[in-house]
């Protein structure tokens, strides 16, 4: 989900901006203890932690920096697993509880306010499509996503770099797919530049590519791709680190180190800091802390834990304070103006203006239709690729040598989806003609037997695939583009 900018709002919603819509400097009003406390926007791009256990109320503070953030022209890119920030979209301040604690703080004239925001869905049904091409995913996440060896993963390199050097743009799965069998095919021809070139890997790369087809992914690969810039958050980030491949960690560290020179922060929110790899952790500058428990022994190391990465105020006993917070409150410590922590402080964080909770599916249509891009993300493009262009080359190669026209596949039904095995082996057994005996009877090509074959013994493969899912490759595309 992406809120909207305050430059966005006069064209969307004028009357939005011109009740709240604080210039870019404007300092963030977090939380209050004796002192207000504020996110300084300059620093924004220092990343920062929300954590607490569940209930302590992370998903308000995010919700309170996300409307702050998009008021100052900050587009704002949140991952909502839990479905927990839609109501960022509708006015709020209705809450008996929001209304006390803004009146606790002495916020004057606290309004309930909306943001405008758009949203994205992978596969289309609860948001625009979001998709990424396969050359911006990269052969390194794209190996570990397919969970292949290090002699599969070569020769995935090996794909990449020759479409790369022959200018065959690898946009969707069908482009891979081709790329693999026309290397498989000219495997003699490439050995000397690149090395061996194995069938049986190229063949074990197809077999997991339609088990990751088998999932969704052929909705996410493709174009246009997703092009945006601007602050991320990622709810529930425990999901995006357990189990994590290192090929994947590694990338994620590096976006965190490097992403902050071109102005984007990345605030991620979980339910304790352990889940957060300590490479990672000590690149997040800005932090709200709630409540944590401290039941167990792994509960208590998580208390220490976090306790020690606060700059120490020596009127608070940071390790007890953190077991005794309410729901609301939270340990803050935000970067100063020379970029440094500030000493952390108990306080209570400031309420947002907007709906907290999930919204009704008409509510969500009705912004989906309406938004400024309805229409842009939805329809996919299949530009001429490398699936074309070899498609091309074999049809010529073909004719060449005086073999009779390949046939084209019967359309599928509408509503009804090719199959996946005939696709990714490139032909259509339909095409073949069989043989006529001396006596009338019709006896299978070799072509045709062979094809056969092939998909038997695919189709017994297939079954045993298993494919990673693919949040990792919406983080660290590679950026290669033709």
């Known amino acids: 989900m992406e809120t909207y900018s305050c430059a966005q709002r006069w064209t969307i919603a004028p009357s939005l901006a011109k009740s709240y819509c604080p210039i870019m400097s404007d300092p963030i009003l977090v939380a209050e203890s004796k002192e207000q406390i504020f ?10 932690l929300i954590a607490g256990a569940t209930g302590t109320g992370k998903t308000v503070t995010l919700q309170t920096l996300a409307e702050n953030f998009s008021a100052r022209g900050v587009p704002v890119f949140m991952a909502d697993v839990k479905a927990d920030l839609a109501g960022l979209s509708q006015p709020g301040g209705n809450n008996p509880k929001i209304l006390e604690r803004a009146k606790e703080l002495k916020i004057d004239n606290f309004t309930g306010e909306a943001s405008p925001v758009v949203f994205w869905d992978v596969f289309g049904e609860q948001g625009h499509p979001v ?3 396969i050359s ?52 003699d021809k490439f050995k000397t530049h690149y090395g061996n070139i194995s069938a ?6 197809q077999r997991n590519l339609l088990a990751l087809e088998s999932q969704g992914a052929d909705k996410f690969f493709g174009e246009p791709a997703l092009n945006l810039k601007l602050v991320f958050f990622f709810d529930e980030a425990h999901l995006l680190f357990a189990g994590i491949a290192p090929a ?32 990672v952790l000590g690149q997040l500058g800005n932090r709200v802390q709630h409540a944590l428990r401290a039941f167990t022994p ?3 190391k998580a208390v220490k834990a976090a306790a020690e990465t606060f700059r120490q105020n020596p009127k608070l006993k940071v390790e007890t304070v953190l077991t005794q917070l309410a729901v609301g409150e939270a340990l803050v410590s935000m970067l100063d103006e020379s970029g440094s922590p500030q000493i952390v402080e108990r306080a209570k964080i400031v309420p947002p203006r907007s709906q907290v909770g999930a919204i009704t599916a008409d509510q969500r249509k009705e ?29 010529e190669k073909a004719q060449a040598v005086g073999a009779p ?10 509503g009804e989806k090719p199959s996946l095995l005939a696709e990714a082996l490139g032909t259509a057994t339909a095409a073949f003609q069989p043989t006529i005996g001396p006596r009338g009877g019709r006896y299978d090509s070799l072509a045709t037997s062979m094809v056969k074959s092939a998909m038997r013994a695919a189709s017994n493969s297939i079954g045993r695939q298993i494919a990673r899912g693919i949040l990792g490759g919406i983080l660290g595309g590679s950026g290669r583009r033709r």
Do not use: C
């Not at 996110?39 to 920062?48: C, T």
């Not at 049986?200 to 790369?205: D, L, M, Q, R, Y």
């Not at 984007?264 to 300590?278: A, M, R």
């Not at 309805?374 to 490398?386: L, M, V």
């Open 405 to 414: 026209p390949v046939a084209a596949s019967p359309a599928a039904p509408e």
């Open 136 to 187: 911006e995913m990269g052969p390194l996440l794209l190996g570990r996503l397919l969970e292949l060896n290090d002699t599969q993963e070569g020769v995935l390199n090996i794909v990449f770099k020759i479409a790369d050097e022959n200018g065959l743009l690898l946009l969707d799965l069908k482009d891979l797919r081709s790329m693999l069998q026309y290397i498989a095919d000219n495997a």
């Open 39 to 48: 996110l300084l926007p300059k620093m924004a791009n220092r990343h920062g």
């Open 200 to 205: 049986a890997s190229a063949g074990a790369i």
């Open 298 to 300: 792994r509960d208590q």
């Open 367 to 395: 912004i989906i239709a309406s938004s400024i891009i309805a229409g842009h993300y939805e329809k996919a493009i299949d530009r001429e690729s490398a699936y074309e262009i070899l498609q091309a080359r074999t049809g």
């Open 248 to 279: 994947v960690g590694q990338k994620i560290e590096q976006m965190v180190r490097l992403i902050r020179s071109k102005g984007v922060g990345v605030y991620f929110v979980s339910q304790n800091p352990l889940d957060i790899p300590d490479v």
């Open 131 to 133: 998709r990424a091409t």
